[in-house]
């Protein structure tokens, strides 16, 4: 292939080209614009009972019970700035767990690929497996990937959606992060279509150390 196909093959699957790898942080302070996608600020969190990459259930409210939520929502195990997000959170796992604070990730992924990405990540946190999409559709994080593109990522990548997720319509989660408090209220929101857009855990944890 081309280097300028390379290229476009890299803007369309969020793939990281050389000198690319790193995701790009949100400003300080921001939430989820009005009208944009995903819940705002100073909404009840729409409760919810997961099936984690293992099989287990849990309930959302049980766990907030006990001190904070922060609820991740990313693409799926093939996506690479979802990896690197996500590994960005579990290096500062530590930091989370002092403040009482509970990481939860969801996708759309069937639970086999829930437990790649937690192998693949190391990750010391709860993934959940969300291929009805009830969770995804409650905060509105929902994305249908176009019928042509997901074929050129199952053609031409070997990216295939379908098999991810058990789903023939291509939805995939819009990468989004929640903080939840112990009443159920969402206190930080933040969505964004642009996969490349992400919360930084210092910008999670200072709202967290905020809730102390």
């Not at 991740?72 to 996506?79: L, N, Q, S």
């Not at 642009?194 to 150390?209: A, G, H, I």
Request: charged share 25%; glycine share 8%.
């Amino acid at each position: 292939m081309k280097i300028a196909g390379l290229i476009l093959a890299a803007l369309f699957l969020g793939l990281c080209l050389p000198g690319e790898e790193k995701i790009m942080a949100i400003e300080p302070g921001a939430n989820n614009p009005v009208g944009g996608p995903g819940l705002k600020v100073g909404t009840v969190a729409p409760d919810f009972t997961g099936v984690t990459y293992m099989g287990n259930k849990i309930r959302l409210s049980d766990v907030y019970k006990n001190g904070p939520v922060v609820l991740i929502f990313y693409r799926g195990a093939w996506c690479p700035y979802c990896n690197l997000h996500l590994q960005s959170f579990q290096k500062r796992l530590k930091d989370f767990e002092k403040l009482g604070a509970t990481i939860l990730a969801v996708s759309i992924d069937k639970p086999e690929y829930g437990a790649e990405t937690v192998k693949d990540n190391s990750l010391g946190f709860e993934v959940i497996s969300d291929t009805q999409a009830n969770i995804l559709e409650a905060y509105k994080v929902i994305y249908k990937v176009p019928d042509q593109l997901a074929e050129k990522y199952r053609n031409e990548y070997q990216i295939d959606l379908e098999a991810h997720s058990g789903r023939t319509d291509h939805l995939i989660a819009i990468p989004a992060t929640y903080i939840i408090d112990k009443t159920g209220k969402i206190v930080f929101a933040y969505a964004n279509e642009d996969y490349k857009v992400r919360t930084q855990p210092n910008e999670v944890l200072d709202v967290l150390e905020k809730l102390k």
